[in-house]
Antibody, heavy 124, light 111 residues
C-alpha cells in the first residue's frame, strides 16, 4: 500500500524557517517524481514545488522561489521541503504527492497519491 | 503564474450530469494534453480523478470523464450521486518557469 506521511509542520514566526519531511513507503520511491502542494485555510490548492526522481531537476512556484528548497533522499525514501524567510501568506496545509506513473521523465503527470498534510502556521 | 479559471460553483440533482470547465491559455491547457482533475472532500486530501485530459486512474468510477477543446478542459460527471458533492480542481502543466498551475476550484453541490 502506498503511503506518504508528512511531518515537521508547526507554528513559526515571520522570517523563520521550517523543514518538512514526507516519508514514503509501499513503492519504489527513487522511480517517481514528487511534488509539494499547499492549501491555505478555506482556500484552493496551490502548487509549490517539484523534484525529479534522482533529485537533479527541481521547479518552484514564483511565490516561493529563492526561499524554499525541495530535496530528496532516495536511500531514506524521504522527500523534504526546506522553507526559509517564512511569511504569513505561507500559512497553509502542505501536502506531498507522488505522480501517477514512475520510471519516466515526462512532466505534467497527475498526482496519484497524497499525504494527509501538515499544517504550517506563520504568525507572531 | 495565473491560476486556471474554473466556475466557483455548479450544482445538479442526483442522476443528472454536470460539466465543470477549466480555462487556461496556449501555454498550459491549450498547449499540452497534461490536464488533471482532483476531487477533494472537506478535511481530506485531494484525490486524482483524471490525468492527461481523459485518463482515469484505476479505481475511479467511469462516471467521471475528461475532455479538452482549445484552451478549455472539462470534467463531466454523469449519474450524479450524493457522494460526488465536493470541491473539484483542475491542473495543467505549464511552459512558464514553473511546472504546474491549478485552477481556483469548483464547489459541486448535489441538490
Amino acid at each position: 500500500e502506498v503511503q506518504l506521511v508528512e511531518s515537521g509542520g508547526g507554528l513559526v514566526q515571520p522570517g523563520g524557517s521550517l523543514r518538512l519531511s514526507c516519508a514514503a513507503s509501499g513503492f519504489t520511491f527513487s522511480s517517481y517524481w514528487m511534488h509539494w502542494v499547499r492549501q491555505a485555510p478555506g482556500k484552493g490548492l496551490v502548487w509549490v514545488s517539484r523534484i525529479n526522481s534522482d533529485g537533479s531537476s527541481t521547479s518552484y512556484a514564483d511565490s516561493v522561489k529563492g526561499r524554499f528548497t525541495i530535496s530528496r533522499d532516495n536511500a531514506k525514501n524521504t522527500l523534504y521541503l526546506q522553507m526559509n524567510s517564512l511569511r504569513a501568506e505561507d500559512t497553509a496545509v502542505y501536502y506531498c504527492a507522488r505522480v501517477v506513473v514512475g520510471a519516466t521523465t515526462r512532466p505534467g503527470l497527475g498526482l496519484r497519491y497524497w499525504g494527509q498534510g501538515t499544517l504550517v502556521t506563520v504568525s507572531s | 503564474q495565473s491560476a486556471l479559471t474554473q466556475p466557483a460553483s455548479v450544482s445538479g440533482s442526483p442522476g443528472q450530469s454536470i460539466t465543470i470547465s477549466c480555462t487556461g491559455t496556449s501555454s498550459d491547457v491549450g498547449g499540452y494534453n497534461y490536464v488533471s482533475w482532483y476531487q477533494q472532500h472537506p478535511g481530506k486530501a485531494p484525490k486524482l480523478m483524471i490525468y492527461d485530459v481523459s485518463n482515469r486512474p484505476s479505481g475511479v468510477s467511469n462516471r467521471f470523464s475528461g475532455s479538452k477543446s482549445g484552451n478549455t478542459a472539462s470534467l463531466t460527471i454523469s449519474g450524479l450521486q450524493a457522494e460526488d458533492e465536493a470541491d473539484y480542481y483542475c491542473s495543467s502543466y505549464t511552459s512558464s518557469s514553473t511546472d504546474v498551475v491549478f485552477g481556483g476550484g469548483t464547489k459541486l453541490t448535489v441538490l
